[in-house]
Antibody, heavy 127, light 107 residues
Framework: QVQLQESGPGLVKPSQTLSLTCTVS??????????WSWIRQPAGKGLEWIGR???????NYNPSLKSRVTISVDTSKNQFSLKLSSVTAADTAVYYC???????????????????WGKGTTVTVSS | DIQMTQSPSSLSASVGDRVTITCQAS??????LNWYQQKPGKAPKLLIY???NLETGVPSRFSGSGSGTDFTFTISSLQPEDIATYYC?????????FGQGTKVEIK
C-alpha cells in the first residue's frame, strides 16, 4: 500500500527557508484523484493545514501562510515538497505529509479525506 | 475560514463506557466532516469520513453522525487502545480546518 515519508533538516535558523520533501512509495504520485498535502502540529497543540498540490501542479495554500509557502511536485522522483520562507520560532512543529483522496460517488456529491499520512518530522526554528 | 469547535477538550472514562464527542462548525458544512484519531507520537489516522462512513478496517465501536453545523463522534465501548486525541476536520471549504482536539483518557 502507499506510504509517505517526510525528510529534511530538523533545525532551521530564523529568517531562513524550511525545506521538506515527502517521498511516496507503493504507488505513483501521478495516478488517481489525489491531492498531496502538508499539515503541521506545534508541540502539544492541534493540527494546522498548510496546503496541497494536485498532480497537475495546481496548488492551494492556507491564507495564513500563503505569502511564505510553496508546494511543488516532482513526478519523476515520486516526491512532493514544501518550502516555507522567513521562518520564526512560531514555525517550530511536527510537519506531516498526507494524501487527500477525492471520491465522487454521485453527481453533486463528493468526499475528501486524508487517508495516508507520513510519520511526521520535527522541525525546530532556532539560532 | 470555517471554525471547528470540539467539546469537551478532554474526558476520562472507564473501559466499556460509551464516549461521545461533539464538533460544531461555524457555518453549515453539510456532511463534509471527517474524524481522526491521533495516538501520542503518531500521525493522525482516519476513522470516519463524510460524517458517518467508517473507514475500512476501523472497529465498529466507532461511529459518527450529524450534518449542517453539529456533529457527534461516539465510541460505543471504550477500550484501552482507544486512548488518544480525536480531531474533527471539515472539507466543505479551503483552508481545511480541524477542531482543537479531544483527549480521551482511561479513568
Amino acid at each position: 500500500q502507499v506510504q509517505l515519508q517526510e525528510s529534511g533538516p530538523g533545525l532551521v535558523k530564523p529568517s531562513q527557508t524550511l525545506s521538506l520533501t515527502c517521498t511516496v512509495s507503493g504507488g505513483s504520485i501521478s495516478s488517481g484523484s489525489y491531492y498531496w498535502s502538508w499539515i503541521r502540529q506545534p508541540a502539544g497543540k492541534g493540527l494546522e493545514w498548510i496546503g496541497r498540490i494536485y498532480t497537475s501542479g495546481s496548488t492551494n495554500y492556507n491564507p495564513s501562510l500563503k505569502s511564505r509557502v510553496t508546494i511543488s511536485v516532482d513526478t519523476s522522483k515520486n516526491q512532493f515538497s514544501l518550502k516555507l520562507s522567513s521562518v520564526t520560532a512560531a514555525d517550530t512543529a511536527v510537519y506531516y505529509c498526507a494524501r487527500e483522496v477525492v471520491v465522487v460517488p454521485a453527481a453533486m456529491d463528493y468526499y475528501y479525506y486524508m487517508d495516508v499520512w507520513g510519520k511526521g518530522t520535527t522541525v525546530t526554528v532556532s539560532s | 475560514d470555517i471554525q471547528m469547535t470540539q467539546s469537551p477538550s478532554s474526558l476520562s472514562a472507564s473501559v466499556g463506557d460509551r464516549v461521545t464527542i461533539t464538533c460544531q462548525a461555524s457555518q453549515d458544512i453539510s456532511n463534509y466532516l471527517n474524524w481522526y484519531q491521533q495516538k501520542p507520537g503518531k500521525a493522525p489516522k482516519l476513522l470516519i469520513y463524510d460524517a458517518s462512513n467508517l473507514e475500512t478496517g476501523v472497529p465498529s465501536r466507532f461511529s459518527g453522525s450529524g450534518s449542517g453545523t453539529d456533529f457527534t463522534f461516539t465510541i460505543s465501548s471504550l477500550q484501552p487502545e482507544d486512548i488518544a486525541t480525536y480531531y474533527c476536520q471539515q472539507y466543505d471549504n479551503l483552508p481545511r480546518t480541524f477542531g482543537q482536539g479531544t483527549k480521551v483518557e482511561i479513568k
